[in-house]
């Protein structure tokens, strides 16, 4: 999730990471207007349903107030973060899927 001044961006990949990284493979991009709302999505539609797309919105509101001085002097911020499922031995779900957040950077 990469969040400037006047969008928020949040870009999902199916699997590892280095399906971003190395191959550049995403399977989706969602931008947030922040001006005027607007939700643009490319990609998968609904490969993130709307409870997770807003729990992912209200964590980079609180990332947004606490680096603000950052975002608001031309750089952003970038969180890297997973959709977790907690499985039992036989890797059969249980409970709800969670989000875990690894690291918070500054780019400028």
Same mark, same amino acid.
């Given at each position: 999730? @990469?969040?400037? @001044? %006047?969008? +928020?961006?949040?870009? *999902? &990949?199916?699997g ?5 990284? +190395? $191959?550049?493979? /995403?399977? #989706?991009?969602?931008?947030?207007? /922040?001006?005027t =709302?607007? #939700? +643009?999505? =490319? ?6 349903n $709307?409870? @997770?797309? @807003?729990?992912?919105? /209200? ?5 947004? &107030? %606490?680096y %603000? ?5 031309? +750089? *952003? &911020?970038?969180?890297?973060? *997973? ?7 036989? =890797? ?11 690291e918070?950077?500054? &780019?400028?």
């Amino acid at each position: 999730m @990469e969040l400037k @001044e %006047k969008v +928020t961006i949040i870009e *999902s &990949v199916d699997g590892d990471l280095w399906n971003l990284t +190395t $191959k550049g493979r /995403r399977a #989706v991009t969602i931008f947030v207007d /922040r001006l005027t =709302h607007t #939700v +643009t999505e =490319h990609g998968q539609k609904n490969f993130l349903n $709307k409870k @997770e797309i @807003e729990r992912l919105f /209200r964590y980079g509101a609180r990332v947004r &107030v %606490k680096y %603000k001085d950052y975002i608001f002097n031309y +750089t *952003s &911020v970038m969180v890297e973060w *997973s959709l977790a499922l907690n499985t039992n031995v036989n =890797h059969m779900p249980v409970g709800d899927p969670y989000f875990v957040f690894y690291e918070c950077r500054v &780019v400028k």
